[in-house]
């Protein structure tokens, strides 16, 4: 997988939390684009997109292999609430944040690259 696509299925990622997380969502989010300037923030976004993306792998090879569109449904739901666990089990960052984050780098190219470059750093050799 490249790391664009990585990045995008962390933006993604972030939109099916937003999903399956409305009442968190209730308040005003935050900004995105402020969250990046926080030490710190990027780094765990970073990782947390690169536990997302496991989480989805994972969950992608298994749904190839699932016929029945009800039992892909439930399997749907189960990778969306493990999308949601693996984020908010990630140090330094929140699902809000996360999700902030997330629509900053699919608006803003400069923070993408940003993100882009920080992940393929840290992502482990495939």
């Known amino acids: 997988m490249t790391f664009k ?14 999903g399956t997380a409305p009442a968190v969502l209730a308040q005003t989010p935050p900004d995105g684009a402020v969250l990046v300037q926080e030490e710190g923030k990027l780094d765990s976004f970073v990782m947390a997109a690169l536990a997302v993306d ?18 892909q449904q439930a399997l ?10 693996a984020i908010e089990n ?4 929140g699902l809000e944040e996360y999700v902030a984050i997330g629509e900053a780098a699919s608006t803003d190219p ?8 920080m992940m393929r750093e840290r992502a482990p050799a495939q």
Do not use: F, K, P
């Open 5 to 18: 696509t990585t990045l995008t299925a962390a933006v993604l990622a972030s939109g099916l939390a937003l």
């Open 76 to 85: 749907i739901e189960e990778a969306n609430a493990a999308i949601v666990q």
């Open 90 to 93: 990630a140090e330094g960052i």
């Open 110 to 117: 400069e923070i993408a690259a940003q993100l882009e470059s």
């Open 54 to 71: 496991e989480v989805r792998n994972t969950y992608v090879a298994q749904l190839q292999t699932i016929e029945d569109e009800t039992a």
